[in-house]
């Protein structure tokens, strides 16, 4: 069983609209949390990154979220735009690990 | 921000040769990097960790002999894909860590094509 779950495996939305991709984890002890987005044939790129300590970050239209008590978090995109088509993608690591775990993505499609 | 260059970023190639794949940290020194494997439409596979200066460490059921991977400096890690077959037909990542950076900076990838 991964020990990162994202869900729903696959959104279609339409331009302009709001959705929210959720990751749940069971890595433990906990380091940090990354969300990426990865476009079709190009590396992930790093959206935010949240330690044990932070609920909420933003990096303009991507806020992310984190409940380390329930293992939680999720991953909100506002007002969204056509580039927003893409797999995200949430990692977690370990403390004193430098190995990641992957969580399989979600891929988001965002129709106009 | 840290910045991993990986090249080529996409490579056709004849069954049976060799192709060599550079990945590189441009602004940081790099001590664990990582090499991905990528199906279409699936979640990165990985297949190796590399800390500089030591051998690789590789993910059960990939073949070591294979896929050749060096990290001989800190900011540089090549994976050589050896006697390329069809099947090793794919899209291959790196990425690049250290101890201050908590996450992983990844290359834009390599789009490997054997005919």
């Known amino acids: 069983k991964n020990q990162v779950e994202q869900s729903p495996q696959s959104l279609i939305i339409l331009e302009g609209k709001n959705c929210t991709l959720q990751?749940?984890?069971?890595?433990?002890?906990?380091?940090?949390l990354r969300w990426y987005k990865q476009d079709t044939g190009r590396g992930p790129v790093s959206l935010t990154i949240?330690?044990?300590?932070?609920n909420t970050k933003s990096n303009g239209r991507y806020t992310a979220t984190l409940d380390a008590d329930t293992k939680q978090s999720s991953l909100h995109i506002t007002a969204s735009q056509l580039s927003d088509s893409a797999s995200y993608i949430c990692?977690?690591?370990?403390?004193?690990?430098?190995?990641?775990?992957f969580g399989r993505g979600t891929s988001l499609i965002v129709h106009p | 921000g840290a910045v991993v260059s990986q090249h080529p970023s996409w490579v056709i190639c004849k069954s049976g040769t060799s192709v060599k794949i550079e990945c590189r940290s441009l602004?940081?020194?790099?001590?664990?990097m990582f090499w991905y494997r990528q199906f279409p439409k699936q979640s990165l596979m990985l297949m190796a960790t590399s800390n500089e200066g030591s051998k690789a460490t590789y993910e059960q059921g990939v073949e070591k002999d294979k896929f050749l991977i060096n990290h001989a400096s800190l900011t540089l890690s090549t994976l050589t894909v050896t006697s390329a077959h069809p099947e090793d037909s794919s899209f291959y990542i790196c990425?690049?860590?250290?101890?201050?950076?908590?996450?992983?900076?990844f290359g834009s990838g390599t789009r490997l094509t054997v005919v």
């Open positions: 990425s690049a860590t250290t101890q201050e950076a908590g996450g992983y900076t």
């Open positions: 990692v977690v690591r370990k403390r004193g690990s430098y190995i990641p775990t």
């Open positions: 602004d940081f020194q790099a001590t664990t």
């Open positions: 949240m330690t044990f300590s932070e």
């Open positions: 990751c749940n984890y069971t890595v433990s002890p906990f380091s940090n």
